[in-house]
């Protein structure tokens, strides 16, 4: 037998004891999770491995931090990634951003088990953008008119003449800068009229002051010598003209006009111009020709209006017929969508006359205002919202004024439509579209610009008949709190998406940027328009969004380009909306835009209404931002990795978004990044 001295024994002890402390040690981190804070500074990922035992689940994380691995047991490895400029706010003023990652955990087994929750806090710094808005230098006073032109004529008169000499009329190289001044008070003088100021203007010309304006001109007119006399016209200061704001009770609510410029386009067409008339057609589910805010607006029952449904089936008990009112079932609740898209176009203004009992007595207001245009409804869409492809091949080639024959009869309008609109498709192929292509291509030829819904599907699928050469396909944009508008995370964004238009907000964001209160309560940034109540029969207001609410207002400002007289036809209508869109996004055409939004004042040529100078800074993702400007005009952006656009300019449309087209700009792009965390634009100058 081995015996141990004291000090061995001692030893053995201690050794013990280091060994329980050891164990001891290591039990938080292989048996309990922890709070911790990950950094990743200004990079982008972030690696982190800590010890764990047990097993282990993401439970919760903001949206803009992706977590490699959601669950896992044993050592917890994952890699943080940001998303900056989805933590971004629309100001781009917080310089850094912190997120709580939620990670629950167990560890051991049965009666000894368990559970906790770790929050591990994940920080970034922001890149920087900065730069300054400067303005231009300007002439001042009446020498320059800007904004609108002059009146033709004027009520103030002119104060004299100006009156200019031949070089070889003066007499005297030594006194030409006074003879011209002198010579021609001398000859007003002789001629019996009095002059009571003169000024010389140059070498050889000179104001001079008379009341007698018509016979001083007589006068200097028929001396050789002159080479011409002309009034001394009284300028006025150019202020812009006033925008046209609608007084209907739920005008305030549709702030997707203002955001396209429209209160410039009202005070144009109050002008009388937009005198040709035009045809739009809606092919959709019909419509409620019984609905106040419509009346006088539609082509009616028996003047080319249409339903080409046969099925009898369809809603309304019959086949196809001159009839399109969109039906009332059994137990239907959704409003008329055919009836929601015909008042974005041409809801009319003012008070409706025989309005039903209960019933806004002014209702909202269409784009078309004054102008002579006219929807012709044409169902397609049967009464639990669905359309065969058959119908709306047949509605299309209706719509363009083409024969179309069914079951044995056949029906043409009197009242071919200019702009088709479609408000309605599906995520069907290239090759089974092709009867919708077809007809399309048809219309197009007939001389009708067809304009349709991009599609409502959260991604990059195309929707047809959207997608069909020859369709113009509309993307949804929404309000973004910034001076530039944003995509709607709805809309599907393709490479045959040619513009856009307001058409909301996702309907779960609740984002209430338009300002607006209904009944004490804000207004979600939703498009308002006209509709039925189906359970009560009798018509309403509903807000709704989606590409199908984008579509109708390019539709709705096709019509007034024709109307107008600035376009003739489709290709150079699609032309005009094109060039005169608010590009967004990436720079040029994209797949989330298109052109850009559509601008109806830029379009329109119509007068400025107001005056403004500021930026907007736009990401190639479709975000929007506005930092503030400082007292010098300096900003500085905080803001993610990413592409993105600043345009300082002004804004003469009222819409608050600067450097549109037809509006000073000055645009510079920049690339934040990991490598590149800060970019100075130096000064932009709109010009």
């Not at 006074?178 to 070498?203: D, F, K, M, N, Y």
């Not at 996702?506 to 039925?532: C, H, K, Q, R, V």
């Not at 107008?564 to 209508?573: E, I, Y």
Request: one cysteine or more.
């Amino acid at each position: 037998m081995r015996y141990m001295t004291h000090v061995q024994r001692m030893a053995g002890l201690l050794a013990a004891a280091l060994a329980l402390s050891a164990c001891d040690q290591l039990k938080p981190d292989a048996q309990k999770l922890q709070d911790r804070t990950v950094s990743l500074g200004f990079k982008t990922q972030e690696a982190v491995t800590v010890p764990f035992s047990g097993n282990w689940r993401v439970t919760d994380a903001p949206s803009w931090i992706h977590v490699s691995s959601q669950a896992g047991q044993g050592p917890v490895t994952v890699t943080f990634t940001a998303d900056r400029q989805e933590a971004t706010p629309v100001k781009a003023d917080q310089p850094s951003l912190s997120g709580k990652v939620k990670i629950s955990w167990t560890s051991g087994t049965g009666g000894q088990a368990v559970n906790g929750t770790a929050i591990w806090t994940v920080t970034a710094q922001q890149y920087a953008l900065t730069g300054r808005l400067t303005q231009p230098a300007q002439v001042t006073g009446a020498d320059v008119v800007t904004g609108v032109q002059a009146p033709a004529k004027t009520d103030l008169a002119p104060r004299g003449v100006i009156v200019k000499y031949r070089a070889s009329g003066l007499l005297s190289a030594q006194s030409t800068t006074l003879r011209p001044a002198a010579l021609g008070r001398e000859q007003l003088q002789t001629a019996g009229i009095q002059v009571a100021r003169q000024v010389s203007l140059s070498a050889q010309s000179a104001a001079l002051d008379v009341k007698d304006v018509q016979g001083a001109l007589r006068v200097l007119r028929s001396d050789p010598r002159v080479e011409y006399a002309v009034p001394n016209a009284t300028l006025r200061a150019q202020a812009a003209a006033e925008p046209v704001v609608p007084t209907d009770q739920f005008a305030p609510l549709q702030w997707a006009y203002p955001l396209m410029g429209y209160g410039a386009v009202w005070r144009d067409m109050e002008g009388g111009a937009y005198s040709r008339a035009v045809t739009v057609a809606v092919v959709d589910t019909g419509v409620r020709f019984d609905h106040p805010d419509l009346t006088g607006q539609l082509w009616l029952p028996g003047e080319g209006a249409m339903d080409v449904i046969a099925d009898t089936t369809n809603g309304d008990g019959d086949g196809a017929d001159t009839d399109p009112t969109d039906p009332a079932t059994p137990g239907r609740t959704a409003g008329s969508h055919g009836t929601h898209v015909t008042g974005i176009i041409a809801a009319r203004w003012g008070t409706n006359s025989g309005a039903c009992s209960g019933c806004s007595p002014s209702g909202v207001v269409g784009a078309t205002y004054k102008a002579n245009v006219k929807v012709l409804p044409v169902r397609v869409i049967d009464a639990s919202g669905n359309a065969s492809e058959a119908d709306v091949t047949l509605g299309i080639r209706y719509a363009a004024g083409l024969p179309v024959t069914i079951d044995g009869v056949t029906f043409k309008t009197p009242h071919p439509a200019q702009v088709i609109n479609l408000s309605l498709g599906g995520a069907i192929s290239t090759e089974d579209a092709r009867p919708m292509c077809e007809a399309i291509a048809e219309a197009r030829a007939a001389g009708s610009l067809v304009i349709a819904a991009a599609g409502n599907g959260y991604g990059t699928v195309p929707y047809y008949p959207a997608a069909c050469d020859g369709a113009v396909s509309v993307a949804s944009v929404t309000l973004s709190g910034a001076s530039a508008p944003m995509h709607s995370p709805f809309s599907n964004a393709y490479p045959q998406v040619q513009l856009a238009a307001p058409g909301g907000a996702d309907p779960y964001s609740g984002a209430t940027f338009n300002g607006g209160t209904f009944n004490g309560a804000a207004f979600p940034d939703m498009i308002l328009s006209t509709s039925w109540d189906y359970a009560k029969n009798a018509p309403n207001y509903e807000a709704e969004v989606g590409t199908s609410q984008a579509s109708p207002q390019v539709t709705a400002l096709a019509a007034l380009l024709l109307s107008k007289g600035v376009t003739t036809g489709p290709d150079d209508t699609l032309q005009r909306l094109r060039d005169t869109a608010t590009d967004l996004g990436e720079a040029g055409r994209d797949d989330q835009f298109g052109f850009g939004m559509v601008n109806a004042a830029a379009a329109l040529n119509a007068p400025q209404v107001s005056s403004g100078l500021g930026i907007r800074v736009q990401s190639a993702q479709g975000l929007s931002f506005q930092p503030p400007l400082d007292s010098t005009g300096a900003f500085r952006a905080y803001l993610g990795d990413g592409t993105y656009r600043v345009t300082g300019g002004t804004d003469v449309n009222g819409n608050g978004v600067y450097g549109e087209s037809g509006e000073a700009r000055d645009e510079r792009t920049a690339t934040l990044s990991e490598a590149a965390p800060q970019v100075t634009l130096g000064d932009l100058t709109p010009r």
